[in-house]
């Protein structure tokens, strides 16, 4: 069986909702229909039965009407609307007196039903309601008084009112279905967008968005969450095909110099010093090629997040000093005087790896880029409970309208214009990963031709 749509779901749990809801109620409306018909009925015929006990008397255990005659002409010229039918009962079951709308027929006397309760009854196959009062002579029994009235048109306004409700019910339910249907349709109408959206979005199509409901309910919630999600998705590929295009590129780079130095190399023989050479040149490009393939492996590792932390006490000022000393040989071939103020011993909760690399990659491109002959000042603080890291090189600096690119993938300021500085533009792309991922503040700062500023706040 085909299973039912979202909009018939709706409509389909309003109405069994909506129809336990109606059956209650029509249950209540005919429960108190009918307590107020039979209670009408009772109270009459407790009135005829407080009013024919006071024109009773037992003569001689005969049981007779005070005034005969007067009852019986009273009987026959009154309008009998709901006729009441009374008679008397002797002590041994003989009918004493019954009223003249009975004729020859009686009513009978049940011994099992208890004295002074209203039951149910047939009177020539018609319903009837009866009560059988017992009387009294000097608290001895003499006989019973039966008094009935007829249920035919009580019967006759309940079975009317049941039909009624039974027409009416399954009528009222086909009424709803159709108007929660239609009502449950234009809800989820931005579901119906949701989908049409979805369905047009391809890899070549990520621009699609789903128009936001006019009401800000929760379904207004969903379209804005899934636009967001949208927007995530395509900035993320947009960055994968970025990532992709300029990991080619950089890589493609080195190959093509090696490629291009073997081929040269194997035009014509060469003396030995030709090949150490050129073989050399190779071996400092795989050089280069691993150190890129490195970083690029780091950066897509960071990039999904995949790299799990271990958090322990980082020895910050041994990090700093590890890191001066392997680029010991390039700050003495620029002869770069290094300053480093560490008033006391600084230890952060974080990452010891993650931090090396973040510590190297900033000092390594303060050294680089670092003019012959300068200052790198490395300061560590405590300021405001927080424990800052200060590198400040009086190098080349970075242009005021690049320093929201230097966070980019495999962008370089100025590439053209310092040629003799090799780089890949990677390094300040994983450094801002990394901090988000540590959570550590980064603050870069620079002038063109007079330095640049980086502060670490743990």
Same mark, same amino acid.
Request: charged content about 25%.
């Given at each position: ?164 409700? &039974?027409?009416?019910?399954? #009528?009222?339910?086909? *009424? /709803?279905? @159709? +108007?929660? $249907? ?6 989820? !109408? ?120 271990? &958090?322990?006490?980082?020895? #910050?000022?041994?990090? *700093? /000093?590890? @890191? +001066?000393? $392997? ?6 071939? !620029? ?124």
């Amino acid at each position: 069986m085909k299973p039912l749509s979202f909009k018939n779901r709706i409509a389909f749990y309003y109405i069994i909702t909506t129809a336990l809801l109606i059956f209650v109620v029509f249950l209540v409306i005919y429960s108190i229909v009918r307590f107020s018909v039979y209670d009408h009925i009772n109270n009459d015929i407790q009135s005829e039965v407080d009013k024919h006990l006071t024109e009773i008397e037992i003569k001689n255990d005969h049981i007779g009407l005070i005034h005969n005659d007067e009852w019986r002409e009273r009987e026959h010229s009154a309008v009998a609307v709901n006729p009441v039918f009374v008679q008397f009962y002797d002590k041994n079951g003989r009918i004493a007196e019954k009223s003249p709308n009975l004729k020859i027929q009686t009513l009978t006397f049940h011994s099992k039903i208890r004295d002074n309760e209203l039951f149910d009854t047939k009177l020539v196959h018609k319903s009837i309601r009866q009560i059988q009062v017992p009387l009294f002579q000097k608290g001895i029994k003499k006989g019973y008084l039966l008094i009935a009235m007829s249920l035919e048109d009580a019967t006759m306004v309940l079975h009317n009112l049941a039909r009624i409700l &039974i027409i009416a019910y399954p #009528l009222i339910l086909l *009424i /709803l279905f @159709v +108007i929660a $249907r239609l009502i449950a349709g234009r809800s989820i !109408k931005p579901i119906s967008a949701i989908i049409a959206t979805s369905e047009s979005i391809t890899k070549d199509n990520l621009s699609s968005r789903i128009p936001l409901p006019q009401n800000q309910d929760e379904l207004f919630i969903l379209s804005k969450t899934i636009n967001s999600l949208l927007e995530r998705i395509e900035s993320t590929i947009e960055r994968e095909k970025q990532f992709t295009s300029d990991a080619s590129h950089e890589l493609r780079t080195p190959l093509t110099v090696i490629k291009g130095t073997l081929e040269v190399l194997i035009r014509k023989p060469r003396n030995q010093e030709e090949y150490t050479n050129k073989i050399t040149f190779c071996i400092s490009e795989v050089n280069r090629l691993n150190h890129l393939v490195d970083q690029l492996l780091l950066l897509a590792r960071f990039e999904n997040q995949k790299q799990s932390l271990k &958090i322990e006490k980082v020895f #910050l000022n041994g990090i *700093i /000093l590890d @890191v +001066i000393s $392997r680029y010991s040989s390039v700050i003495l071939v !620029k002869n770069i005087q290094v300053f480093t103020d560490f008033d006391t011993e600084y230890y952060v909760e974080s990452d010891d790896y993650l931090v090396s690399i973040i510590i190297e990659n900033l000092l390594s491109n303060a050294i680089k880029y670092s003019k012959d002959n300068a200052n790198l000042n490395i300061t560590i603080c405590q300021i405001d409970g927080k424990i800052t890291c200060q590198i400040i090189d009086f190098g080349i600096g970075i242009p005021s309208e690049d320093l929201d690119k230097i966070f980019n993938q495999f962008y370089r300021s100025k590439p053209n214009d310092h040629s003799e500085i090799k780089g890949m533009g990677l390094g300040l792309s994983i450094v801002k990963r990394l901090c988000a991922l540590l959570r550590i503040t980064l603050h870069i700062s620079s002038q063109e031709n007079l330095g640049t500023t980086v502060i670490l706040s743990f």
